[in-house]
C-alpha cells in the first residue's frame, strides 16, 4: 500500500474528520474594556450532520449558533472549516495563535491573523476520505466496511 492510500486508509478508520472554528464573543476583556479588543472562541468538533453531503454547511452554522447563543447571545461565527482532522488542526490553530491567547480556547480576535491562521489549516488539512475513498480498491473498501461492521456490533452488544 503506497503512502497516499495508507493516509487516507487510516483517515477513513480513525474518522477523524470534523470542523474546526472561530466564534466571535464580542465579549471583551476587563483589561481592555476602553479598547475595541473582543474575545474569540477556537475549538473543534466532529459534528456529522452533514455527513455524505459535501460542502454542505448549513446545518453546522445553526449548531454552533444554538450551541453558544446561551453564553454568548451576541456572538456570531466569524470562520469553520471542514478538516480530514479536526484534533490536529485545532492543535495547529492554537499555536499559530498562540500570542492571541487570552485563556483556554478564548484568543483576542485580530481577525486578519485568524483568516490566515485558517487558510494554513484549510491547506494543510484538506478532507482526504471523500476524494481518497474513490482511490480505494474493491478489497480495502470490503475491508473496512467488515471492520466498521464489526465495531458496530461490539458497540451494540
Not at 448549513?58 to 478538516?83: A, H, K, S, T
Not at 482532522?85 to 499555536?95: C, D, H, R, S, V
Not at 485558517?118 to 470490503?142: H, N
Request: glycine share 6%.
Amino acid at each position: 500500500m503506497d503512502t497516499n492510500t495508507k493516509e487516507i486508509y487510516d483517515a477513513i478508520k480513525q474518522n477523524t474528520e470534523g470542523y474546526v472554528y472561530c466564534y466571535h464573543t464580542k465579549i471583551k476583556p476587563a483589561s481592555k474594556i476602553d479598547q475595541d479588543i473582543s474575545l474569540v472562541k477556537i475549538g473543534r468538533t466532529g459534528y456529522k450532520a452533514d455527513v455524505g453531503r459535501p460542502g454542505y454547511t448549513g446545518d453546522i452554522e445553526n449548531w454552533m449558533i444554538c450551541r453558544y447563543n446561551g453564553q454568548y447571545p451576541d456572538g456570531c461565527i466569524l470562520f469553520y472549516e471542514y478538516v480530514n482532522n479536526n484534533k490536529k488542526a485545532e492543535k495547529m490553530l492554537f499555536k499559530i495563535l498562540r500570542h492571541l491567547r487570552y485563556s483556554h480556547e478564548l484568543y483576542y480576535n485580530d481577525t486578519e491573523q485568524i483568516r490566515h491562521a485558517f487558510d494554513i489549516v484549510r491547506e494543510t488539512f484538506t478532507p482526504i476520505v471523500e476524494a481518497g475513498i474513490k482511490q480505494l480498491s474493491i478489497t480495502q473498501l470490503q475491508e473496512l466496511n467488515a471492520q466498521r461492521r464489526k465495531r458496530s456490533q461490539d458497540f451494540k452488544n
